[in-house]
């Protein structure tokens, strides 16, 4: 007897090898490095898109392990859906980036205890497989 879950994650490694992010589109974060207890700050999301195509930023991951230390208040533009899974917590946008245009999200954070927070920082760019993978780091300190 065959094993079909064998073909199946064959099939899925072939896919996810297939889907990239298209040279022509970069993607970074911006976060402070340093932060105090309660204070709120921005994380800045950036997508450039020098393509002669129109991107989609289907969504951003962001690392659980960052946000042991931070809760996400809000964003602008504001998200359109939120899962967690495998570690991540996933902002849906489906925001459109023109050709040579220039996307910011602003992800509004609260500090909430001191530590050094680092996570996955991910840009989904056409599909929630094609991504960019980057990593955030906020130190959060005590009040003096």
């Not at 920082?121 to 960019?132: L, M």
Request: aromatic share 8%; charged share 15%; with cysteine.
């Amino acid at each position: 007897m065959r094993n079909p879950s064998r073909h199946l994650v064959a099939l899925a490694a072939l896919l996810l090898s297939c889907a990239s992010v298209p040279d022509s589109v970069t993607s970074w974060v911006e976060a402070p490095s340093s932060v105090r207890v309660g204070d709120a700050f921005v994380i800045r999301a950036h997508v450039n898109n020098a393509s002669n195509e129109a991107v989609v930023v289907r969504g951003l991951d962001i690392g659980e392990s960052y946000l042991e230390g931070v809760i996400v208040d809000r964003t602008t533009p504001m998200f359109t859906e939120l899962f967690r899974s495998m570690g991540l917590a996933t902002y849906g946008f489906d925001r459109p980036v023109a050709p040579g245009e220039h996307l910011v999200v602003e992800i509004t954070a609260q500090a909430l205890e001191p530590g050094v927070f680092q996570g996955d920082f991910n840009f989904c760019i056409n599909s929630s497989v094609a991504c960019s993978f980057q990593t955030i780091t906020t130190q959060i300190v005590s009040e003096p």
